[in-house]
């Protein structure tokens, strides 16, 4: 059986940059399935689709044309054969990847997409409901979790490296609010699965967390 490693959590905790760190250091394959959320969404927003038109967003999440190219620095995203890696990561698109991550038809319409990445020697799956969901045979599931102020100073850090302009006060506010839309939705709700392994990294650097995880596989 492929060997999957989930790893799942709010956002801003560091999932991110863990999952590329781990598939480079153990040759696996990476699932970014917030991203598929992401795409969604700004498909939905680019054909038109409301965000409250459960049965279209499903079409959309099914039609989803997209590429995942690895490149130097991390994975390019493409859309339709359009370059769509920084649109994806744009604040409102990931208020709305919440919104569309919350219906149900959608989640379904995404799961064998997500599980088709699941191929030799391993993969690394980075999302919500990756252990509890999509991947509930993993045999290594980690929940990694940070407190929000951390995960907002984090976010402001990456936003100015990036020399965009960073407001602590909203991107708090973001981080809680699509923190309770995830946790409290009917479908896939964000939580760790029983047999998961809850790492705080509030206070940890990056290569301490990588580490721990490391020393589970
Ligand atoms: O991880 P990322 O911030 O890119 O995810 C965007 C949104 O997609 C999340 O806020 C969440 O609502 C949704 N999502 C999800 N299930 C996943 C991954 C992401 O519901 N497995």
């Given amino acids: 059986m492929v060997k999957v490693i989930t790893i799942d959590g709010p956002s801003g905790a560091g999932k991110g940059t863990l999952c590329q760190l781990l598939a480079k250091q153990l040759g696996y394959h990476l699932l ?86 699941a191929e030799a020697p391993g993969l690394i799956a980075d999302g919500r409901d990756m252990g509890t969901v999509v991947f509930p045979e993993a045999k290594v599931k980690v929940f990694l979790t940070a407190s929000a102020d951390e995960r907002a100073r984090r976010r402001v850090m990456q936003l100015e490296q990036a020399g965009l302009d960073a407001d602590y006060a909203q991107i708090l506010q973001d981080i809680e609010l699509r923190d309770k839309q995830d946790r409290e939705r009917k479908s896939s709700p964000l939580k760790p699965a029983e047999d998961a392994v809850v790492l705080d990294s509030t206070s940890l650097t990056i290569q301490q967390v990588l580490d721990r995880v490391i020393a589970l596989t």
């Fill in 32 to 117: 970014d399935s917030g991203a598929l959320y992401r795409l969604t969404a700004l498909s939905a927003e680019k054909q038109d689709v409301p965000f409250d038109d459960t049965e279209g967003l499903a079409r959309v999440a099914a039609s989803l044309d997209v590429e995942f190219r690895p490149v130097e620095k991390g994975v390019q995203v493409i859309l339709a054969g359009e370059d769509v890696s920084s649109a994806i990561r744009q604040e409102h698109v990931g208020m709305n990847a919440s919104k569309v991550a919350a219906c149900q038809p959608v989640r379904d319409a995404l799961l064998q997409r997500q599980r088709g990445f």
